[in-house]
């Protein structure tokens, strides 16, 4: 591994998160904060100045190619650095002033995960509010994918970056070079944005908020500028946030087949139809459940279908406090935030079609038991599922567990109850946001101890990028020759 080209492409990536801090500079304006001018000015020039003098410091090494390993040791360090980088506009405005707090804030928003430390986002400078949801925008197609997109020079390693960053069991490239895929996978992105703003605004939204939100919703984020989320927002727009929210969670490849003329990949995707139906089976089965809390049956399934879709598809936006919720719709609504959206979709979780497959396998060894001379692919419709993604799926799920149950003990440790442990975990390994009771749909992280808020942090982070490329880092074999 060549840290020398590690840090180059590091340093080109803190140079587009300055770029974006300077970019919040006229929203400021726009707004009416000059502090926030200032401050987020200052973050701009820090970030900057560090950002060029790694990418300028090292641009002899443009010429080496990125290998794998050292795609993995990239991607890792941008996304801590960039959590570092990203704290400081909260730490220089004062809006957050401890360092654990501020990073854990800023890993929240870039890793699209929700959970925060603030208890009153409402009470926050509006600029600051702005760079909250802008992070969530950011990370939601990946800081690594907008770096491919942007720069040229990467070649192959492109490729090796976006994978480490856009991991899972099935990879499609939607061209054939990897920077156009990137490219049209942000326009897309970009695309669904703009359409949420307009149809935010046309509900009576007001545009910061319309702004804030879309960035939140099409990136699964969930941070709100509202102490209650969306609660007091309209049911319109409570309706267009589910909408949308069902979008980012579905995998943006078959957009850009559906815009490129193959319409048809939509119906015909498994995993697709599979995530749909669970939304509107569990929709039903929550909403049944609140016939006692909201008297009105169009506002049980509201409330029942927006709480379903937030947390299945890792959002974190609530209209409801579901920690009151009857306990099968808390069971289920817990059990929804580990499965997560479709791969290659803003979503976190273990998705939709690692559970799909391992299913399969389950599947196959019962048959096994009973005529073990039979062979069975895996498929999933036409397709037959490698060997190889199979092992994947299985190990990634074996330390999905594993990291869930080491984490929640060092968290009840700490002498946290059960259900804050459990779900608070759940929530960042997930990226998901809210938990249950003291992490609940109405609350927040700030009381928890700092080293629970660190080991949470370290959890969404391996969540983002799903467990395989931060902990290749602690395999002896990838320091070996």
């Not at 560090?50 to 890792?76: E, I, M, P, S, Y």
């Not at 060894?365 to 001379?373: A, E, K, N, S, T």
Request: hydrophobic residues 50%.
């Amino acid at each position: 591994m060549k840290w020398s080209v590690v840090f180059r492409h590091v340093g080109g990536l803190l140079v587009l998160l300055g770029l974006s801090m300077l970019g919040v500079v006229p929203v400021a304006w726009i707004l009416g904060e000059p502090a926030g001018m200032v401050h987020m000015g200052l973050s701009s020039g820090v970030t900057l100045l560090c950002g060029v003098v790694l990418f300028l410091g090292f641009r002899r090494q443009a010429a080496f190619a990125v290998t794998r390993r050292d795609a993995f040791a990239v991607v890792t360090v941008a996304w801590v650095l960039t959590g570092a980088f990203g704290a400081v506009p909260y730490l220089i405005s004062g809006a957050i002033p401890g360092p654990v707090d501020a990073f854990f804030e800023s890993v929240s928003g870039f890793t699209t995960t929700g959970s925060s430390v603030v208890a009153t986002p409402a009470s926050l400078p509006r600029t600051i509010l702005f760079w909250r949801s802008l992070t969530q925008w950011i990370g939601g197609m990946g800081i690594i994918v907008l770096f491919v997109a942007v720069f040229s020079e990467l070649g192959v390693g492109g490729r090796y970056l976006f994978q480490s960053e856009v991991p899972g069991p099935i990879t499609d490239s939607v061209k054939p070079r990897i920077r156009e895929t990137s490219s049209a996978l942000w326009k897309i992105y970009v695309l669904f944005t703009v359409a949420e703003v307009l149809a935010l605004l046309a509900t009576g939204v007001d545009a910061f908020d319309a702004f804030c939100h879309a960035f939140a919703t099409l990136s699964t984020g969930g941070f709100s500028t509202r102490n209650d989320s969306l609660a007091s927002f309209p049911a319109p727009a409570q309706v267009v946030v589910i909408a949308f929210m069902v979008l980012a969670g579905a995998n943006f490849s078959l957009y850009h087949a559906a815009f490129s003329g193959r319409p048809a990949g939509l119906a015909r995707d498994r995993e697709l139809r599979a995530y749909v139906g669970l939304l509107a089976l569990a929709a039903l089965a929550v909403t049944a459940s609140l016939a006692s809390r909201h008297r009105e049956a169009l506002d049980a399934l509201r409330h029942g279908a927006f709480q379903v879709v937030s947390l299945t598809t890792t959002t974190g936006f609530v209209t409801d406090d579901f920690n009151r919720y009857h306990p099968f719709s808390k069971i289920l609504l817990v059990t929804l935030m580990f499965v997560g959206g479709c791969a290659g979709s803003t979503a976190g979780g273990i998705k939709v079609v690692r559970l799909a497959i391992l299913v399969k396998v389950l599947h196959r060894g019962i048959v096994r038991m009973i005529r073990p001379q039979v062979v069975m692919p895996i498929r999933l419709g036409s397709q037959v599922i490698p060997e190889s993604s199979v092992e994947e799926t299985s190990g990634f799920f074996f330390l999905y567990v594993s990291l869930f149950v080491a984490a929640s003990l060092f968290v009840a440790a700490h002498g946290l109850d059960m259900a804050t442990s459990l779900t608070s975990v759940a929530a960042t390994l997930g990226n998901i946001g809210p938990g249950l009771e003291r992490v609940g749909a109405v609350s927040h992280f700030g009381d928890l101890p700092a080293t629970v808020k660190v080991v949470l942090t370290a959890c969404m982070i391996l969540g983002r990028l799903e467990l395989y490329t931060v902990l290749g880092l602690l395999v002896p074999v990838f320091w070996r020759r």
